[in-house]
Structures are given as structure tokens and as C-alpha cells.
């Protein structure tokens, strides 16, 4: 793999072909107005690009598209990066005053005349001036249409992944080559970004989990997975779970090592755990293709005989996190809903245990009609 | 950095305090917050923040009325130690019917189904669809009427966790600044930086951090709608080069609170031209006239027309930004001044003790850069006290004595 080479995407084509997706699942739905706040949605559907921010924005519409004609409009935010083909016509520009935003918006043709108009997301207030702005329309969620869309990738999105993945799996070696008694977790997660910054990129997915394995913590709460500031010691067992975007697209991969492989008995315990890692993705590989759904994964996980974790054990990404689709909070007849294709892409991640040690795994998986392809590389065992 | 260490705890317990009394005024019966900076303030409670896409698949939701508090965690770790393990539950994951039919649960159960006011930070489109046909007589209002002026002034212990978080920040700046040098790259300084401040004990970088390399006029940078300098611009490979103007921009967080950092560097180092020498003059000159007036009592439009005083061709700030913002639990928020909100918000806006501002004025010369940095200023009983002390190399090697 070249990241300059010839493998790679071409972005332009990308964002084209996610936008005809979306405005084909317009027409399949009958929604004649979509209206996106959420980043990774607004992204998906026109390339707008925002400055990423650890804290979460307030809503404001910062896509709206109209069935009719096909027309995409976007927000021209200070933090926004429009992408080349929405020309300045189809730009409403930002203000602090929320009902100026509003005012352009309603301008844009065929707003005012939507009797559907879908919305990912909304304020109390931003509810108040649509619903004024589009008078005869009814309004409906649009995340099952914009979730349906996004699961099945395309081949530049496959190639966006692929890359994030092989730049995660480079930040996971750095971070295992610095692990030693006396290092902090962050120090690790310090490592793993440096690493990824090497590639170009500048954006890790979230605060990564570089955590010890702490039986204790596991029995109250469950497994930890935001980085803290724990001092490792001899012979800990460390969660090494890091994830990076590329244009976007994120990939992820987790393992578990010990600190300080040495220590022979340390390194009998991970070899250990890895065999029964290797047992759990026996069951789950079986259940990895094209008509299983959710719960056919929740089921595979219990067949082998391990207790489903405290997390979603199978999460869709793309341009970050989509769904969980097994294993969530939501329950067997939730994962039901949730039927694999060719073209889904799923973090797949499990927690095994012997006695009071753990172990943490994490997949990334494309689905094909030939079977799983493991996109993900580094080996299981007391060194990656 | 000061030897006093803010109490998080004894700061969580007040700012909770604070948000019921907020509720009461704005006659509010409940919260429902998801956005990591409010669930921060409100409870104290820390989520997955960096990037927005965990922070709504993988969301940590909480709800407090008047005597409840009710704490929907994807990740227990971030639940202070205080809290009782009765209070937290799994996450509600409202991007889906049947997540927000548990939220919708949830709320019928604490307040009935009679007319209520419940304050929101953000609603899916699933959570709407679900309160709109199982709670119709719910009546759904902005978060921000409690929140916001419950930020507005900040205690001791928070302007003790922005003052910890603006000196680590520091740092690690001192450290990318020594790196800076022709031909780096800028993903290689944001490497450098994200290091150190995990090296540093944070936890979370607040904003994907900001080198971005600025033409001398606006017609050389991207197109933008509003016509002024494109700013920020997201870091790429991109090389930085001699004579590269480059406008820095970066924050983290410590113990839930922001930093602010901004500088204008030249990655040639020393020797900037008189002219650059005069746009620098200019900008310390606008602080100088914001900070003689910055007091209780003093207005935004009155810090407004100062920081405009002596720069009669153009606002010495990007118009499409702001010349004040405030810094908290999120790294934006009131007072804000230089808007395009108007002269009569900001004449209501009055500095009281413990707010936080982010003074950022930018002198900008078209056909010839501009400066632009940004200084954290606590408003305090008798006048202010910066909180942050970085020196403005190439043109002074120690911090500036405002």
C-alpha cells in the first residue's frame, strides 16, 4: 500500500457518488427536503467539511437538499470547508444571528413548499423556525434513510478506510514499543498520535483506550476505554484500542499486550487469553456475511461461551461511527433489524477473560460476498 | 502557574447547585443535556468528546430536575467518584426509535405527562418524533436559557482549572515553537503538540490544532461568502515554507475547562520587517485599550468601541468571528463581543467578576499579512488578571507585562 500511489481515491468521484446516494434515497422516501446538522451526515452528503472540535456544536442546518432539481445547499460557516462543486449560489452564509441562517435558508427553492421534510438532528428552537419556514410539511427523522445510505460503501470509501486502518495499526506499534513500567496511559495514546501525524494526518478518533486491564473495574463497571492517567506496572495488562481518520473515514484497531513481556508469566497469561480471542473470532467469523444480521453476531458471540461485554460488540463505520448493530444496550430485537451486506464495514470487538485477566480485541471487517476480509493485520499475542 | 489547585469536587457540587437555581429562574423542570461541554457543567460527568461522531453514536446523556439526577453513561470512567452508582445506567441511544421511546420513558417517569418545560441541548430526529407523539404537552426550549447564564460567571476552582489548562498548553506550544522551522510540515506540529499534552495529563485536545498557512491578501486565500480572510483553515501535510505567514490556533482541556491559544508565527524565525514590527504595535495596542477599561461594570459595547478606537479603516478583528468570546467547559461560549449580533446585545452585556474573555483581535494589512493572537483574561473585583503568560517571539522573547 502507497499512500501516494495509484491505490489512491479519487475524492472528487467519492463525494459524487455519495450525494446521488442520498438524493436516490430522497426520491425512495418521498422526501422532498433533507436537512442535516449532524457533522459526519452533512460530510457524507456534500463533502462539507468542519474544523474538528472536541466538543460537540450546537445544531444549525448545515445542509439542506431539494429533491426537486437535485440541489444541494450548504452552510458557509468560518469553520466550514466547502468542497469545490457547490458553487457560491448554493452557499448561505453563517451569522450569530440564528434567524438571518433562517431567513437564507428559506429562500433556497423548494423549502417553502416541502410537505416532507427529513431532519437528523434539531434544537428546540431551530424546530421552531423550520417549522415556520415550511409550513405545509410533515416532519419525519431522516436517520434511517441517511444511516441506510452510508452503511454500503463504495469502493473510494473502502480505499479511505483501508488506508485509516494501516495508519492506526503504525500508531499501535509505536504506542506498544513505548509500553514499560512507569509509562502513563496517556503517554501511550502521545505515541500512537505522533506516529499517525507521521502519515499526514492530524485527527485520532476520539481520546483512543489505551487503558490497564483492572479485574476489579471490569466486575463494578465494565471494561475502561478512554485513555487515563494510570502509571503502568510489571506485568499489567494493557489495552492498546487507537483509531484514525483519513479524509474522514476512520479505522480502528485494538489489542492487548503485556507490560513488560519479559516476565515470563505475563507473557504465558496473553498467550493464553489470544487462544481464547482466537475461539471467540472463530464463532463471530461465521456469522460475518451477507444476510446474517445483528443478532445472528450477538448469538455467535454467546455460542462461544464468553458473556457479551458492557459495549457494542459489532459498531458500522464509515465516516466515523454509523450504528451498533449488536451487542448495544438496545437488545437482540434491535440487532435483528440490522442485515449485513457487501460493502459494510464493522468494528467487531470482544472482551475475553481466564480467571481475573482480560483481553480486549478489536476488528475492522469489510463483509463481502466471498466472505469477511479482516482489514486489520497486526497479530494477536504478547507482541504485535 | 499558581501553587492554588482548584477543588473539583467542591466545584462540580456548586456549579450543579447553580444550574437548579438557573432552572427555577427560567422556570424549567428539566434538562436533558448530551453535548460533552454542558454535561460537563452540569454534573460534572466526563464523556468521549473528540470527535462528534462518538459523541452522538456512543452519547452520554444526563437528566437533572430540581431534586434528580439521572446519568446515561457510554463510559462509566467518566462518572465522578461522588456520584452513587444508583444514578448511572447505559447509555439511551436516541438516534433510534427505540432509544429515544427509553428517553421518552424516562422523562414521563420523573415529571408525569402533564405541561412541563424541558430544556434541551440537542434532539435526534428520532428523539423528536417520539416526544412530539408520546409527551405532547411538553414544551421543548433551548438548554441555553439555563446554561448560558449559568456559565456566564465562573468560580475560583474554574478559572483555577483554565489557568492549569492555558499553562500546559503553554508548553506544549513552547515545545512545537521549537521545533518550527522551514520545510516542517503541519501535521507534524500538530503530532508534536497532541504528544505533550498527553504527556502533560490532559486528557482531551479540544480542536484539531490550527497552522494555518495566511497569504498577505484576501484574494490569494480560499474563497469565502463573508470576504474577509478565510480563517481557521483544517492542518494537512502541507509544508510550511520561509516566509509563510502562519496563524496558530490552539486549545486543550483540563478538568473539563478549555484552554486558548493564538499566536501568529514566521517559520524563518527572527527578524520581521517593519512593517510586520507595525501590524504587531497595532494589535498589542488594541489590548492595551481593551484591558484599561476591562473592570466590573464596563459594557461589550463599550469594549467593543475601545478595541475600534485608533483603527478607523477596518474592525481590528475578523468580523466574521468575533473580537471576545468566553472560555469554559466549552471553548466558546458569552460573552461574546464583535458579532454581527448588534450594539444593543452588546450593551446588555455587563463584565462581572470571574468572567473569562478571550481577548482576539486581528490587524489585518490586505496585500501585505496581518497579526492575529489571543490573550485569556479573568475579570476580577478591582480590574483583570491574564491567564496566560507565552512570549510573542520574533518580536519579544519574554511574555508582555499588560
Keep these: 500500500m502507497a499512500l501516494d500511489g495509484s491505490e489512491r481515491a479519487d475524492l472528487a468521484r467519492l463525494r459524487h457518488d455519495r450525494t446521488n446516494r442520498v438524493f436516490e434515497a430522497m426520491d425512495q422516501h418521498e422526501v422532498d427536503v433533507l436537512v442535516l446538522g449532524r457533522e459526519g451526515n452533512a460530510r457524507y452528503a456534500c463533502g462539507l467539511q468542519r474544523l474538528p472540535v472536541a466538543v460537540a456544536r450546537p445544531f444549525i442546518p448545515s445542509v439542506v437538499l431539494v429533491r426537486e432539481g437535485r440541489a444541494t445547499h450548504a452552510l458557509s460557516g468560518w469553520d466550514f470547508v466547502t468542497p469545490p462543486e457547490i458553487p457560491p449560489e448554493q452557499q448561505y452564509p453563517t451569522s450569530w444571528e440564528p434567524s438571518a441562517v433562517a431567513k437564507a435558508i428559506g ?72 509500553l514499560r513500567p512507569g509509562r502513563r496511559e496517556r503517554e501511550l495514546l502521545g505515541a500512537f498520535v505522533e506516529r499517525m501525524s507521521e502519515f499526514g494526518l492530524t485527527v485520532p478518533v476520539g481520546e483512543g483506550g489505551f487503558c490497564t486491564v483492572e479485574p476489579e473495574w471490569i466486575a463494578n463497571h465494565g471494561l475502561r476505554r478512554i485513555t487515563g492517567d494510570r502509571t503502568l506496572r510489571e506485568g499489567d495488562l494493557v489495552t492498546l484500542n487507537g483509531g484514525v481518520l483519513f479524509s474522514g473515514y476512520e479505522g480502528r484497531i485494538g489489542r492487548t499486550v503485556a507490560c513488560d513481556v519479559q516476565d515470563r508469566r505475563s507473557g504465558e497469561t496473553i498467550r493464553a487469553l489470544t487462544s481464547r480471542w482466537v475461539d471467540l473470532w472463530g464463532h463471530l467469523y461465521s456469522a460475518l456475511r451477507p444476510g446474517a444480521t445483528g443478532a445472528d453476531l450477538r448469538r455467535a458471540y454467546r455460542s462461544s461461551g464468553f458473556e457479551l461485554p458492557r459495549f457494542p460488540i459489532a459498531i458500522s463505520v464509515g465516516l466515523g461511527v454509523e450504528a451498533p448493530i449488536a451487542g448495544s444496550g438496545l437488545g437482540e430485537a434491535f440487532d435483528e433489524k440490522w442485515v449485513l451486506s457487501t460493502g459494510v464495514v464493522l468494528q467487531v470487538q470482544g472482551l475475553v477473560s481466564i480467571a481475573d485477566k482480560g483481553y480486549f480485541g478489536l476488528e475492522t471487517v469489510l463483509v463481502t460476498d466471498e466472505g469477511p476480509e479482516i482489514l486489520t493485520t497486526l497479530r494477536h499475542g504478547a507482541e504485535l | 502557574m499558581s501553587s492554588w489547585l482548584p477543588d473539583p469536587a467542591r466545584m462540580r457540587h456548586e456549579r450543579t447547585a447553580k444550574v437548579r437555581t438557573e432552572m427555577i429562574r427560567a422556570g424549567v423542570d428539566a434538562l436533558v443535556l448530551t453535548s460533552s461541554g454542558n454535561v460537563q457543567y452540569a454534573t460534572g460527568v466526563t464523556c468521549v468528546s473528540s470527535d462528534p461522531s462518538h459523541a452522538v453514536a456512543e452519547p452520554t446523556m444526563v437528566i437533572i430536575t430540581a ?143 490550527v497552522w494555518q498557512v495566511t497569504p498577505p491578501s484576501i484574494r490569494q486565500g480560499p474563497p469565502t461568502l463573508h470576504g474577509d480572510v478565510a480563517f481557521p483553515i483544517p492542518s494537512t501535510d502541507r509544508v510550511l515554507r520561509s516566509d509563510d505567514l502562519i496563524i496558530v490556533d490552539t486549545g486543550i482541556v483540563y478538568e473539563g475547562y478549555c484552554s486558548d491559544f493564538g499566536r501568529t508565527w514566521y517559520p524563518s524565525g527572527g527578524f520581521p520587517s517593519p512593517r510586520q514590527r507595525d501590524h504587531f504595535q497595532r494589535w498589542c495596542d488594541v489590548v492595551h485599550r481593551v ?112
Design chain 1, 107 to 178: 429562500r433556497i427553492d423548494g423549502v417553502s413548499g416541502a410537505r416532507r421534510v427529513a431532519l437528523d438532528s434539531v434544537s428546540p428552537q431551530w424546530r421552531e423556525r423550520l417549522s415556520s419556514l415550511c409550513k405545509l410539511a410533515d416532519f419525519v427523522d431522516a436517520g434511517p434513510l441517511i444511516r441506510a445510505v452510508r452503511m454500503v460503501k463504495t469502493e473510494d470509501e473502502i480505499f479511505c478506510i483501508r488506508t485509516a486502518v494501516a495508519i492506526a495499526e503504525a500508531g499501535l506499534v509505536a504506542a506498544s514499543a513505548t
Design chain 2, 67 to 209: 431534586d434528580e439526577l439521572r446519568i446515561f453513561a457510554s463510559y462509566p470512567e467518566g462518572v465522578p467518584p461522588e456520584v452513587p452508582a444508583a444514578l448511572v445506567s447505559g447509555p439511551l441511544l436516541v438516534e433510534f426509535p427505540e432509544g429515544a421511546r427509553e428517553l421518552v420513558g424516562q422523562l414521563g417517569d420523573l415529571l408525569g405527562g402533564g405541561v412541563v418545560r424541558v430544556g434541551f441541548d440537542d434532539l435526534s430526529g428520532a428523539s423528536l418524533a417520539a416526544l412530539c407523539s408520546e409527551l405532547p404537552s411538553m414544551v421543548l426550549v433551548d438548554a441555553s436559557l439555563v446554561l448560558a447564564p449559568a456559565k456566564f460567571v465562573k468560580s475560583a476552582d474554574e478559572i483555577g482549572c483554565i489557568r492549569e489548562a492555558q499553562a500546559r498548553n503553554e508548553i506544549a506550544m513552547s515545545d512545537v515553537l521549537a521545533s518550527l522551522r522551514p520545510g516542517v510540515r503541519q501535521s507534524e506540529l500538530t503530532g508534536r503538540f497532541l504528544r505533550r499534552v498527553f504527556e502533560l495529563g490532559c486528557v482531551t485536545n479540544s480542536v484539531d490544532p
Design chain 2, 291 to 402: 484591558l484599561e477599561i476591562t473592570r466590573p461594570g464596563t459594557s461589550g459595547a463599550e469594549i467593543n468601541q475601545a478595541a475600534r478606537k485608533g483603527e478607523p479603516d477596518r474592525k481590528p478583528w475578523f468580523e466574521h468571528y468575533y473580537l471576545v468570546h468566553g472560555l469554559g467547559t466549552q471553548g466558546s461560549e458569552m460573552p461574546f463581543i464583535g458579532t454581527d449580533l448588534g450594539e444593543a446585545f452588546e450593551a446588555d452585556i455587563i463584565l462581572e467578576p470571574g468572567v473569562v474573555m478571550v481577548l482576539e483581535p486581528v490587524i489585518w494589512d490586505d496585500g501585505h499579512g496581518g497579526y492575529r493572537a489571543e490573550e485569556v483574561v479573568a475579570v476580577t473585583d478591582s480590574g483583570y488578571e491574564m491567564l496566560g503568560s507565552f512570549p510573542y517571539s520574533p518580536f519579544y522573547d519574554a511574555p508582555i507585562q499588560w
